[in-house]
C-alpha cells in the first residue's frame, strides 16, 4: 500500500487519520483547519532529484459540471489538496483524462475553467477533450468549440512544463522533470485524426530518450473482474501509435467504467500498462476522486492508490453512509503496485550512462592499507576474459603497494573451474571485473585468495579503527547450501589468543560470513577485550550486487549494507582486530585452521583501510 508522507504536512494518510479521529468542536469546519497542528504552511516544493513523485490522475468529472446541477465544490477540495500536500507528496503533474463537463455548454466549460484557475501556477497539469466536452462524434479537426476556448494551448503557454499542442490545438505534452529525468505526458484527443498521430509521432521523434506516458478519453475498457481489453478506438491507437514506441510504457483513459488494466507487449517486446480509471458512476459523480500513481524509482515500483480529498476532509459526524463508503477504494482495480525496472524498461531508448572504471589511485585514500582489484591493473595477464580460469597460483595485486599481494588457492580437490574471471561488476565499483567462485558443500570445495604468512596485514591490529569494504553478489537461484560460508577472514584461532568468551576457540579472530538465512555475520575478536562482538544484517537479495563495509571507530562496529547502516550491530566496546601474524583471505573462513567450503557467488573491489570512513567515502559513495 502507497500512503503519501506528510514530512510536516498533512499527507493523504494522516488526513483519513485526522478525519476518523475523535469528533472535535465546530462541526461546521473542515478538519485540516481543525488540526493545524498537522497542517503544512503552504504547499512546499517539489523535489526533481528525489527518486519519489507521484502524478495526480483525475477522470470524468462531467456530473460535477451539469448546467444548473454542476456543483465543483469537490473539484474545488481536490485542487485545494494537490496544491497543499505537493511538496510533501512530492506530486510532480496532473492530468485530467477528459469529459471534463456533461454537455460542454458555455455555461458548464466556463465554470469548469474558473475551478481549474485554483491550479493554475501552483501544479502542472494537462487537459484532454472527452467526447461530452465537445458533443461532437467528429476528431480533432471539429475546430472551434467552448471547449477549446477555455482548455486550448493559451491556457498552458505559462506552465514551465508545456511543451506545445497540435495546430487543432486539440493535443498537447508536456515535459515534466523528475526522479532526475525527464518524461513526456502526451494529451490525446479522445477522436485523434490522422494527422494528430502524424504530429503526435513528431513529438516522441523530437524526444527520442524520454520515457512517455500517454493520457486520452477512451482506449481500454473492463469487465467487473477488472481486466481491460482495447476498445475499437484503442485498438486504432494501438496499432497506429502505441505499440510501435517503445518509449511509450503507461497509457491512462477513462470513459468507460469499472476501473481495470491490463499489460500489453509493443513490437519491441516491452511491456505497456494500459489501465482505465474512472469513478463517475460512483456516489457524487466520483467526487472528484483522483487516482495517485506515486513512481518510486528506487524501489521499481509504481504505487497506485484511489481516494476522494472532499470526502476525507469532512469529520467524522459529518459524513453521510455513502462519502464514508466512498472515501477511499481499496479493491485490486483502485490500490496496486506495478514492478518496473525502469532502468532496464527504458535502456533500449536511453541508456544509462555506467560510470567509467576509476584508477586505483583516485581510490585509495589516507590510510589505505590493501586494495584489491580484478582489472588488468590488478590481475595482469588473466583479466579481460569473461568465463576464463583463474588458475591456482595466480596473483592479485596489492595495488597500495604494501605487500599484500593475494594468491589463489583451490580448496580440497576443486576443479579449476572453481574461479572464473568475470566482466560482471556493481555499476558503482571502481573496476569492472569480478571473479566468480563457485564453492560449496558435498563434498567441500572451493577457492580462497591468500595473502603470504609474513603480509604486513597479517599482524596489523587496527587500534585506532579501519574500514573493510568488499562487493558481492549472490547467484539467482541461490542454489545448494551454503550456510556459513565465509566471504573474507583473517586465518587463525581465537583460542590462540587466550580468547575464551566466544562461540567456539576454532573460530578465527575477524571474518565475514553469510548464515543459511543469507544474513551477514561479522565477529570481531578484540584486541584487549575477552569477547566477540557480532554484527548481523538483513538477508541479502540475490541476483544483483551489494556494497558491504564494516566500519570501527577504534570503540565500535557499524556495518554498512548498500550505504545503509544495518539494526543489529553491538554496542559491546570494540578496538583494533586480534590478528595473529597469518594470512589475510578473501573467499572463504577457516574453522580450526581449516577451510571447508568457499564462496558462492560474484566478489569485486576489496579495500582495507585503517581509520573510519563514512559513506560518502566508500568505494562507492552513497548519501
Known amino acids: 500500500m502507497s500512503t503519501l508522507p506528510s514530512h510536516g504536512g498533512l499527507g493523504r494518510r494522516a488526513l483519513l487519520q485526522v478525519a476518523l479521529a475523535a469528533p472535535v468542536a465546530a462541526a461546521s469546519a473542515s478538519v485540516l483547519d481543525a488540526a493545524p497542528a498537522h497542517a503544512a504552511p503552504g504547499g512546499g516544493s517539489f523535489d526533481q532529484e528525489s527518486p519519489r513523485f507521484a502524478i495526480a490522475v483525475l477522470p470524468d468529472t462531467q456530473y460535477l459540471f451539469d448546467e444548473d446541477s454542476s456543483d465543483p465544490t469537490p473539484l474545488r477540495e481536490t485542487f485545494r489538496y494537490l496544491t497543499k500536500e505537493r511538496g510533501a507528496g512530492n506530486i510532480a503533474f496532473m492530468t485530467h483524462l477528459g469529459d471534463v463537463t456533461e454537455h460542454g455548454s458555455d455555461h458548464e466549460i466556463e465554470l469548469a475553467g474558473e475551478t481549474f484557475r485554483a491550479i493554475d501556477g501552483k501544479l502542472p497539469y494537462s487537459v484532454l477533450a472527452g467526447n461530452h466536452d465537445v458533443r461532437s462524434s467528429t476528431d480533432d479537426q471539429r475546430g472551434d468549440t467552448a471547449y477549446l476556448r477555455a482548455f486550448g494551448p493559451h491556457r498552458f503557454t505559462r506552465t514551465p512544463t508545456f511543451g506545445g499542442a497540435s495546430p487543432d490545438g486539440y493535443n498537447s505534452y508536456h515535459v515534466i522533470t523528475a526522479a532526475g529525468r525527464r518524461w513526456l505526458i502526451l494529451a490525446l484527443d479522445w477522436r485523434i485524426s490522422d494527422a494528430g498521430l502524424r504530429w503526435a509521432q513528431g513529438v516522441v521523434d523530437a524526444n527520442p530518450t524520454l520515457p512517455a506516458i500517454l493520457t486520452t478519453h477512451e482506449m481500454v475498457w473492463a469487465d467487473d473482474s477488472g481486466q481491460a481489453y482495447l476498445s ?11 505499440r510501435r514506441n517503445d ?38 459523480g466520483g467526487a472528484a476522486m483522483i487516482r495517485l500513481y506515486t513512481f518510486d524509482l528506487a524501489r521499481k515500483v509504481i504505487d497506485v492508490e484511489t481516494f476522494s480529498p472532499w470526502f476525507l476532509s469532512r469529520r467524522p459526524e459529518d459524513r453521510s453512509p455513502l462519502e464514508a463508503e466512498t472515501l477511499e477504494l481499496t479493491g485490486p482495480a483502485d490500490r496496486f503496485s506495478i514492478g518496473i525496472d525502469f532502468g532496464r524498461r527504458f535502456e533500449r531508448f536511453a541508456p544509462r550512462p555506467l560510470p567509467a572504471p576509476r584508477p586505483a589511485s583516485d581510490v585509495m585514500p589516507k590510510g589505505t592499507v590493501a586494495y584489491w582489484r580484478f582489472d588488468e591493473s590488478g590481475l595482469p595477464g588473466t583479466a579481460g576474459r569473461d568465463g576464463g580460469v583463474v588458475a591456482a597460483g595466480t596473483v592479485v595485486r596489492d595495488l597500495t603497494g604494501g605487500g599484500n599481494d593475494l594468491k589463489v588457492e583451490l580448496l580440497h580437490d576443486s576443479a579449476p573451474e572453481v574461479l572464473r574471471w568475470a566482466a560482471d561488476h556493481h555499476e558503482g565499483q571502481p573496476a569492472h571485473a569480478s571473479l566468480r567462485f563457485d564453492g560449496g558443500k558435498g563434498p567441500d570445495r572451493g577457492a580462497v585468495l591468500r595473502t603470504a604468512p609474513d603480509a604486513p596485514i597479517t599482524s596489523m591490529t587496527f587500534d585506532s579503527g579501519y574500514t573493510i569494504e568488499v562487493f558481492i553478489k549472490l547467484p539467482d537461484p541461490f542454489e545448494g547450501d551454503h550456510a556459513w560460508m565465509g566471504i573474507l577472514s583473517w586465518e587463525g584461532r ?16 575477524c571474518s565475514l560470513n553469510l548464515s543459511p538465512e543469507r544474513f551477514l555475520q561479522y565477529v570481531v575478536y578484540p584486541r584487549h577485550r575477552d569477547a566477540d562482538p557480532t554484527s548481523w544484517s538483513h538477508a541479502l537479495p540475490v541476483g544483483r550486487w551489494t556494497h558491504v563495509a564494516v566500519v570501527n571507530d577504534g570503540r565500535r562496529t557499524v556495518v554498512y549494507v548498500d550505504g545503509s547502516r544495518i539494526a543489529r550491530n553491538p554496542s559491546q566496546r570494540s578496538t583494533g582486530i586480534t590478528t595473529l601474524g597469518k594470512p589475510f583471505a578473501v573467499g572463504g573462513t577457516q574453522f580450526a585452521e581449516k577451510y571447508g567450503q568457499g564462496f558462492y557467488g560474484w566478489i569485486g573491489d576489496v579495500r582495507i583501510t585503517s581509520r573510519a570512513l563514512t559513506p560518502r567515502q566508500f568505494l562507492t559513495p552513497f548519501g
Open 232 to 242: 475499437e478506438y484503442g485498438q486504432r491507437l494501438w496499432d497506429g501509435f502505441v
Open 247 to 284: 518509449q511509450i510504457f503507461l497509457t491512462l483513459n477513462g470513459h468507460y467504467w469499472p476501473p481495470g488494466r491490463t499489460v500489453l507487449k509493443n513490437d519491441a517486446g516491452n511491456e505497456v500498462h494500459a489501465h482505465i480509471t474512472n469513478y463517475q458512476d460512483r456516489y457524487y
Open 494 to 509: 581465537n583460542g590462540d589468543a587466550g580468547k575464551t568468551s566466544g562461540w567456539s576457540p576454532d573460530e578465527p579472530t
